[in-house]
């Protein structure tokens, strides 16, 4: 089969996955007020990659649902839902789109699983402090060795990254920050929290970014990057 063949048939596969299975487990919920017409399928903007990474997640049940639309993983401090809801389109009912930034998360499993060879049950989505979006356990520890954060862009990744490496010398505080520097003084914070050794930033169509993470006096914390290879579950497991 061809390159452009194989982006079809993922995609297409994609598609018949959110309009059998995700649109109507989330319409189920009545409280929501919404139905599979109100779907904004010009919201369906997935790349080839991001479909068939989460596609390698749904069909080897690396989430399962948990009812209402909601998805969840043994480790996962919270369910995932993968539409956000906007304003009514017509009397009692609401227009939803889909939700990019976990389609990708639950693809980063996929690949955190398949291609790094982290066992199922290592793995989930959010952190217990809700900073992180995707994150790897080693057994029997209760704070993430990999810390993940997902984005829609690429250029949300660039920028979340020059910003973290700003915050990365002192504590600081969220007072006058903006919404995108918030962010991420808080992924800085929740890596002096867990002393993750690995930050993941992830994006669409593939894109990553992997950052060695080390610890130094005053709270001070160095990001190096390095290749994908640095989550390869075979470096950190006993």
């Excluded at 539409?83 to 980063?108: D, M, N």
């Amino acid at each position: 089969m061809r390159e452009d063949d194989l982006m079809t048939d993922s995609l297409q596969r994609f598609e018949k996955l959110l309009y059998n299975h995700l649109i109507p487990e989330f319409c189920e919920d009545a409280s929501r007020l919404v139905s599979s017409d109100s779907f904004r399928k010009a919201s369906q903007k997935i790349g080839q990659l991001d479909a068939e990474y989460f596609l390698k997640a749904w069909n080897n049940h690396l989430v399962k649902h948990r009812g209402r639309g909601l998805y969840r993983t043994s480790r996962s401090c919270a369910s995932e839902q993968f539409f956000w809801t906007g304003k009514k389109v017509s009397e009692g009912e609401r227009a939803f789109t889909l939700w990019l930034e976990p389609v990708i998360t639950v693809g980063g499993l996929a690949r955190l699983h398949f291609d790094w060879g982290w066992p199922e049950e290592l793995i989930g989505t959010q952190s217990s402090d809700w900073a992180f979006d995707l994150v790897a356990y080693l057994p029997g520890c209760d704070s993430e060795i990999i810390a993940g954060e997902v984005k829609k862009t690429r250029k949300e990744i660039d920028e979340l990254i020059e910003l973290m490496n700003g915050f990365c010398k002192s504590s600081g505080n969220m007072e006058g920050l903006s919404a995108k520097e918030r962010n991420a003084l808080r992924k800085v914070a929740g890596l002096r929290r867990s002393s993750a050794r690995v930050f993941w930033a992830l994006g669409p169509d593939g894109y990553s970014r992997s950052f060695i993470v080390s610890y130094r006096e005053n709270e001070e914390i160095h990001l190096q990057e390095r290749p994908d290879s640095i989550l390869d579950y075979a470096l950190y497991k006993e």
